[in-house]
């Protein structure tokens, strides 16, 4: 991959813009996440987060402005296209193939990496590389004792690892992962986090998400985005003592 | 373990699909021939709705289409055109593919039931365009041809017709089941889950349709055409809803969710036809209630109902179920008996021998015959014998339920994923 | 001109008679989500028990009871039938809706024979309206296009100034909210499909004393209906009134006009070579006037997939 040039950011945003009708939800944004970096987006409720998140993976055109991987325009693309640039995404609501097994759900993704995409002539069983790496990613995000159960069967925070394994699974560089641990406990979260830490290393990862604690663990840098624009964007711990960012958002979460 | 019985099952089944019907008599082998055709019918009309979650009401059109591509090649064979009978087939394969990636194309811009709604007015097409264009559907009267004799068959036979169905519905049924093992097989049952996550690993959705949809359209031009192979002649009333319905029909009775489930609905209906259609002008009303039963009783189809009880025999206390499905049965019986009864009383009322009968008699209602027994429609002993029927039957089946659906609530069986039924794909 | 005037006229009356019956399926499928495809069939089933009550209480009855007894069989599918397959989902609600709509032709069938019966307006509405280039225009496309504006402005005003209409509406984008604001939800849906069955009864009363009525009478229409929903979008009456009239003029100026491919290559000096292959090429537009709005439903899915009036999904 070339998102290894520091100067060139992994993901550009310039100008963004979505309304929907009347309601402009995003506003004119720019944010550049660099190559390499875990980037988390906070912001109280109805800043723009999923609406954000949708632009980037595709389920919406942007109304204006600019978004860019790797320097090669994915702006209005369609979901497919963008996967296949290097961009994958998770759910903030689950979003798994319920009556396939967990191996299947991991392997859809395996077999698009490997272009198989529409394999008509050789049974799936016999694709040796598809299956070994599929077990990898299995591994990876702890499910080898549910392999063959239907993804439906499966509890709430093991189908939240099947969402982060299934996003990891098309080999994509840059990984956007929508409220990876909402609704988890202390230690399925702390356990959540050990998951993302390890499958991203080396990638680029963009998370929303709400447990500041994670934030802090987790992320290089933090943007807060309030009112469909960026406030504020810098490292966890000058975030937190930025006194803007404190009035518009933690100042308000305290209150 | 499971595999081995599975296969001997099947191998079972093969040895008297190819060992009993040279004793059959001509009716009965031209009554399999249609099993057959329907059964190819049927589970390539359910590659998209068991598989991709795609409910088409207009398979008619490619049905129809092979037909006629293989009638067009008869033709052409009758002419001199050195091409072998048994692979005529080919045609209908390769027209029904070409107008299923077609119309595949258009259908699959829309998910959910706008999708069930543009199939059905693209058959429609067929079926109005069709009468007008003399060239490729001949009009109104259709087109006909002869089976030509290929290297030492003549085709003269029903028994070789046969024979030539059942090679080809083997043959693509067992494509079929392969085709359930591929990555794009797979990938089409990841679509019928869930099209967005599919569209969020890297796959171009409405591609995918468009290719599942075209080996639909396929595999039904095969069935078409070896209907045209049996029938030597074709016309427009293949494309007409009627025929879209039937494959419907078959394929939930039969059971969706379960790979063979259309094949038994197929034969089952088909088998019916033929017993019972010189005896009742009723029977698709029959079918239609036994249809809207199954949705209402019994969503997964034969099927899936035999599937679930082959997955828990062994948990299953058979013999107080036995007892209790032989009572349902019953029930059953005269619900039917009651059913059948009024129907055909209704048939004859109304129907116009009836009439001349009611004129020659001065006005006043006469007798009428039916079931062997003359019945008089002013007495109300034969208006009580169905209503009895149909009371009887009723009680005993709505306390027979209640005690089964008891008796798998108590564990008797545990609740599969596998019988839950269709979803479609995509929300309208 | 004539022909304009002819054709635009009987387009309309033709476009307001689908959009009867359409509005009614798109009114329950914006509701409660359920393509209801025996809707078509209670359109028949309107003809048929107008036919039967009419032939012995004369023709203003049969209008009015037709609809009345349609709008109660459609109460008792929601009611008694939809709910066994809801928690199905919406492709059992359809399938089952299919189910019904196959039953209902045979019992027709059953009842009143395989050919059209004689259902006919009364004498006294069997004159024109007026004359127009020489031709009678007769007064019985008017009163079918009249009845349909008397139906529509009655819902309208329904719908909008009514606290029921005001409930329906609310139920259509949030039942479970409307519900727990008190309203009695299920008693709702279950006035709106019989309200839909109605429509479709009421416009099966009226235009089977012109139309022929048969049992293929549900079928053919209906598959004209599901068109207009797809080109006007599902749920949106305004889509529906605009698809109804659109494919009602297309239809009749189809059947007047001569054209074919090969002519229209003609214009680009095509014509004779068109000519040549015969088939599609010379096929004349009137011939295929009943292939006109699928044609158009091809057109409306390349060009604006999510039809005319609809969100994209």
Request: aromatic content about 6%; cysteine-free; proline content about 19%.
């Given at each position: 991959m070339t998102g290894t040039n520091l100067d060139q950011p992994a993901l550009r945003l310039a100008g963004v813009k979505k309304s929907f009708g009347p309601i402009?939800?995003?506003?004119?944004l720019n944010l550049d996440i660099r190559a390499g970096e875990r980037h988390a987006i906070i912001g109280p409720n109805g800043a723009g987060k999923s609406t954000l998140f949708n632009l980037i993976s595709g389920m919406f055109a942007p109304s204006a402005g600019e978004i860019s991987l790797n320097a090669q325009s994915i702006a209005g693309l369609s979901p497919h296209r963008i996967n296949r640039a290097g961009l994958a995404r998770s759910f903030q609501i689950t979003n798994i193939f319920h009556r396939l097994s967990v191996f299947e759900n991991l392997r859809i993704g395996v077999l698009a990496r490997h272009g198989v995409r529409y394999g008509l002539f050789r049974p799936v069983s016999r694709m040796r590389q598809v299956n070994d790496e599929t077990i990898e990613v299995l591994t990876r995000v702890g499910l080898e004792a549910r392999s063959?159960?239907?993804?439906?069967?499966?509890t709430y925070s093991e189908q939240r690892a099947l969402e982060i394994g299934m996003t990891l699974t098309t080999g994509a560089q840059v990984i956007l992962l929508d409220e990876?641990?909402?609704?988890?406990?202390r230690e399925e979260t702390a356990k959540a986090m050990d998951l993302i830490r390890t499958v991203t290393e080396g990638k680029t990862l963009l998370m929303v998400e709400h447990d500041m604690g994670v934030v802090f663990g987790l992320c290089d840098r933090v943007s807060v985005l309030v009112y469909g624009n960026v406030l504020a964007t810098d490292t966890p711990e000058r975030i937190s003592a930025n006194r803007e960012v404190q009035e518009a958002y933690l100042g308000q979460e305290a209150s | 373990m499971a595999a081995i019985r599975n296969t001997l099952l099947l191998a079972a089944l093969l040895v008297l699909l190819i060992a009993v019907p040279p004793f059959l008599g001509l009716g009965w082998q031209n009554a399999l021939v249609n099993v057959l055709i329907a059964s190819l019918f049927a589970l390539a009309f359910n590659l998209l709705i068991g598989q991709a979650g795609l409910l088409s009401f207009g398979h008619a059109a490619y049905f129809g289409i092979g037909a006629f591509a293989a009638l067009h090649l008869m033709i052409a064979i009758e002419d001199?055109?050195?091409?072998?009978?048994?692979?005529?087939?080919l045609a209908g394969a390769a027209a029904g593919l070409l107008i299923g990636l077609i119309a595949g194309y258009f259908a699959t811009m829309r998910s959910g039931v706008y999708f069930a709604l543009v199939t059905l007015a693209i058959a429609e097409l067929f079926h109005s365009l069709a009468p007008r264009l003399e060239a490729v559907f001949?009009?109104?009267s259709g087109i006909s041809s002869m089976r030509m004799p290929w290297s030492d068959i003549t085709f003269g036979s029903m028994l070789e017709v046969y024979y030539l169905t059942l090679a080809w519905v083997l043959i693509c049924g067992l494509g079929l089941w392969a085709y359930t093992r591929t990555p794009f097989g797979r990938l089409t049952l990841a679509l019928r889950d869930n099209e967005q996550r599919v569209r969020f690993l890297g796959y171009s959705t409405h591609s995918v349709k468009v290719i599942v949809f075209a080996v639909s359209a396929m595999l039904t031009g095969v069935a078409g055409s070896l209907q045209a192979i049996s029938n030597e002649t074709a016309n427009y009333s293949l494309f007409a809803s009627d025929v879209s319905a039937q494959v419907v029909l078959q394929t939930f009775v039969g059971g969706s969710t379960v790979f063979f489930g259309p094949v038994i609905g197929a034969a089952v209906f088909t088998l019916f036809s033929f017993l019972v259609s010189d005896l009742t002008r009723s029977w698709v009303l029959y079918q239609g209630l036994i249809f809207v039963l199954v949705m209402l009783y019994a969503p997964s189809g034969i099927g899936g109902v035999l599937q679930h009880h082959i997955r828990n025999r062994r948990q299953l206390d058979w013999r107080p179920l036995s007892g209790l499905y032989l009572l349902a049965l019953a029930g059953g019986v005269l619900i039917t008996a009651g059913t059948v009864f009024l129907t055909e009383t209704v048939a004859v009322l109304f129907g116009e021998e009836y009439a001349v009968a009611r004129r020659n008699a001065g006005g006043s209602l006469p007798a009428y015959e039916l079931f062997g027994a003359h019945w008089d429609p002013t007495d109300i002993f034969t208006w009580l014998l169905p209503l009895v029927l149909l009371a009887g039957g009723g009680a005993i089946t709505v306390s027979t339920r209640r005690h089964v659906t008891a008796f798998w609530n108590r564990g008797g069986g545990s609740r599969d994923t596998a019988a839950r039924p269709v979803s479609l794909g995509g929300a309208a | 001109m004539e022909f304009a005037i002819i054709s635009t006229l009987n387009g309309v009356t033709y476009g307001l008679l689908l959009f009867m019956v359409s509005a009614g399926l798109t009114l329950i499928f914006g509701m409660m989500g359920v393509l209801n495809f025996a809707h078509a069939s209670f359109y028949m089933l309107g003809a048929y028990i107008a036919y039967a009550v009419s032939s012995v209480f004369g023709f203003w009855v049969g209008i009015a009871v037709a609809p009345v007894v349609v709008g109660l069989i459609g109460m008792a599918v929601e009611r008694f039938l939809l709910p066994r397959v809801h928690a199905h989902g919406h492709a059992h609600e359809l399938l089952l809706t299919f189910g019904l709509a196959l039953i209902i032709e045979e019992l027709i069938k059953l009842f009143f024979g395989d050919f059209p019966v004689n259902y006919q307006m009364p004498g006294g509405m069997r004159f024109s309206a007026f004359s127009i280039f020489g031709a009678d225009y007769p007064f019985y496309r008017i009163f079918i296009g009249g009845m349909a504006v008397v139906m529509f402005t009655a819902l309208w005003v329904l719908l909008t100034r009514t606290r029921t209409g005001i409930v329906v509406r609310a139920a259509e984008r949030l039942p479970a909210m409307a519900e727990a604001l008190g309203h009695n939800i299920p008693m709702v849906f279950m006035f709106v499909f019989g309200t839909g069955a109605a429509l479709a009864g009421l416009a099966g009363a009226v235009a089977g004393a012109f139309y022929p009525t048969n049992p293929n009478m549900g079928i053919e229409l209906g598959v004209i209906v599901f068109v207009v929903v797809v080109v006007g979008g599902l749920g949106s009456l305004k889509g529906s009134l605009v698809a109804s009239l659109l494919i009602g003029l297309f239809s009749s100026f189809a059947v007047g006009l001569d054209w074919s491919l090969a002519s229209l290559l003609g214009v680009i000096g095509l014509g004779d070579w068109a000519r040549s292959f015969g088939g599609l090429m010379t096929l004349k537009l009137s011939s295929i006037s009943a292939t006109i709005p699928f044609a158009l439903m091809l057109i409306v899915l390349l060009v604006r997939p999510a039809g005319l009036m609809g969100e994209r999904n």
């Open positions: 402009e939800v995003i506003r004119g063959n159960d239907p993804a439906g069967d499966l990876p641990t909402a609704g988890m406990s | 001199g055109f050195p091409f072998p009978t048994p692979l005529v087939p001949g009009g109104e | -």
